[in-house]
């Protein structure tokens, strides 16, 4: 069977790398853990809230053993209570992620993992109330199910060969979600993003489909592109060759724009060349009222372009 997959994809060098990969994947999983005293407290309940079983007779079937003899397969230590992997979750006060404030980090059971960064995270989301009338409405900084996906993804297609732990870098402007492995041979990010989807660790998705922890495969990112399909900014997904990020932007992070219209380059030339410029000097330069000054020039402060210095007869635009 082997031999001829291989004489198949003889043509293909992408197609040889991915049952390569696969076979190593499948040999990685099915080895026997160097941990072996190992417990499955919560992964059990996750399926007793499913009402599935979780019997012993069952993990076989389940890849938790795989051995003669019943040692426990490398699946169940990520499945067990003493995981070794884990997630870690790192606030900084700076959109250049050089500056920390605050970490947290869960450990335990994938599924504990999941739960518990989840939970975390909703905990950590400001929620920015807008009051029309007697109507109170909540606008979350990140859509709950965008989150959730991102995480998801990280945990169920990371690659476990790795020690490293999964990293939740969070900053005013937005939340990273970076996982140890690229993507798999003969796959790009339009392939992701088209809902392709070449599972890492099959044992794993097929596992939380089964819980119905997730739905068909490959939905996950093209829904939280969908969530964010009338915000200015777009999530973004950056891949090298043994990571994988997603970029979820604060949905009330004020966002700037750098296009520069005809009339602001006009403002910037005159005060470049004179200084500064008042309201007088922009009415006459651009042939426009008071009004449409007041709007313009307040919109180049906002985008960062000048600042404004004064009140009255002694306002003057200056350069930042």
Not at 5 to 16: D, G, R
Not at 147 to 163: G, I, K, P
Not at 171 to 198: H, R, T, W, Y
């Amino acid at each position: 069977m082997w031999g001829e997959k291989m004489k198949n994809a003889s043509k293909k060098p992408n197609a040889i790398a991915r049952l390569i990969f696969e076979s190593e994947s499948e040999q990685y999983w099915k080895a026997v853990s160097l941990e072996q005293n190992l417990t499955f407290q919560k992964t059990g309940s996750v399926f007793s809230q499913n009402e599935i079983s979780f019997r012993s007779g069952l993990f076989h079937s389940y890849g938790i053993t795989d051995a003669p003899d019943g040692s426990y397969t490398n699946f169940a230590l990520l499945l067990s209570d003493q995981c070794k992997h884990t997630v870690k979750v790192a606030f900084f006060s700076d959109e250049q992620n050089t500056l920390p404030s605050d970490s947290k980090e869960f450990g335990g059971s994938v599924f504990q993992q999941l739960n518990e960064c989840l939970t975390f995270l909703m905990f950590c989301d400001l929620n920015h109330d807008e009051i029309m009338g007697l109507q109170q409405t909540d606008h979350p900084d990140y859509p709950a199910i965008a989150v959730r996906e991102a995480l998801l993804n990280a945990l169920l297609h990371r690659d476990y060969s790795f020690s490293g732990s999964i990293i939740i870098n969070i900053n005013a402007k937005q939340m990273e979600f970076i996982s140890l492995g690229g993507l798999l041979p003969g796959l790009n990010v339009k392939d992701i993003c088209s809902g392709i989807s070449q599972p890492r660790n099959r044992h794993l998705v097929e596992l939380f489909h089964r819980l119905e922890m997730t739905e068909s495969y490959g939905t996950g990112i093209r829904r939280i592109f969908s969530l964010y399909a009338d915000h200015p900014v777009q999530p973004e997904i950056q891949v090298t060759a043994n990571t994988f990020k997603i970029i979820l932007p604060n949905m009330n992070a004020k966002t700037v724009s750098t296009d520069i219209t005809k009339q602001e380059e006009q403002i910037l030339d005159f005060i470049r060349k004179n200084g500064y410029m008042t309201d007088q000097d922009v009415q006459e330069l651009l042939h426009i009222k008071l009004t449409r000054t007041y709007i313009l020039m307040n919109t180049m402060k906002e985008k960062g372009l000048i600042q404004i210095q004064g009140r009255g007869s002694e306002k003057r635009f200056l350069l930042p």
